[in-house]
């Protein structure tokens, strides 16, 4: 994959006499914010619009673009200089996610996050949502299975300030991060919000 990064160079944000375009400036931040992601490995839409509005020198919060901006951004970039490059990668991760919910399929699996939704690179990790009695279920799969992992925490939220921490197992396959978020069986029913447009997570299973 070709690296664009060293051909472009963020300008900054200089304050003048006249009033700045917020639309234009908008723009800029979620432009730059989708290059973090896509060229820099960002995962989080949050912490490159962050970083965008540093490298631009931007602080007034009324210009910063919301997330789906970003994410309009992100494709738009990919499909300027990823292209086929990116498709591919898509499909490579797609497939070790199917392979991964065949494995799991005991527990449910359903894939979420940017692998599902399009947005995904080449450093994306694997996203699965998977239903337990007892979160040490997975640990014992995984070492059954002798998998190593480790043991991360992951906010599952319910509303946009509101949210629960759950056990989740990372492991790789092959270059792939996989994440396995837990959900107890008791909670079949509970539809967590993607965190980053705040609407009902799309969910995956091996048939869809």
Not at 2 to 16: F, R
Request: charged fraction near 25%; include cysteine.
């Amino acid at each position: 994959m070709k690296n664009y990064s060293n051909s472009y160079k963020p300008c900054s944000y200089k304050p003048s006499s006249h009033k700045p375009d917020g639309h234009k400036l908008q723009q800029q931040i979620a432009v730059e914010a989708a290059r973090l992601i896509n060229e820099e490995g960002l995962d989080n839409v949050h912490y490159a619009r962050k970083k965008a509005t540093q490298r631009l020198g931007i602080t007034d919060e009324h210009v910063f673009p919301d997330n789906e901006e970003i994410l309009t951004q992100i494709k738009v970039h990919q499909s300027l200089y990823h292209n086929t490059a990116q498709e591919r990668v898509l499909t490579e991760l797609r497939q070790t996610a199917l392979n991964a919910m065949k494995l799991f399929s005991q527990f449910k699996a359903k894939l979420i996050g940017s692998v599902l939704s399009g947005h995904a690179h080449e450093q994306s990790s694997i996203d699965l949502l998977v239903m337990v009695d007892s979160a040490e279920e997975i640990a014992f799969f995984l070492m059954e299975h002798k998998i190593p992992y480790s043991l991360q925490e992951w906010k599952l939220f319910s509303a946009k300030h509101h949210y629960q921490q759950v056990p989740a197992y990372q492991f790789y396959a092959g270059n792939n991060k996989i994440n396995l978020i837990t959900l107890a069986e008791r909670e079949r029913k509970l539809s967590p919000l993607n965190p980053t447009s705040w609407k009902p997570m799309q969910k995956a299973t091996i048939k869809q």
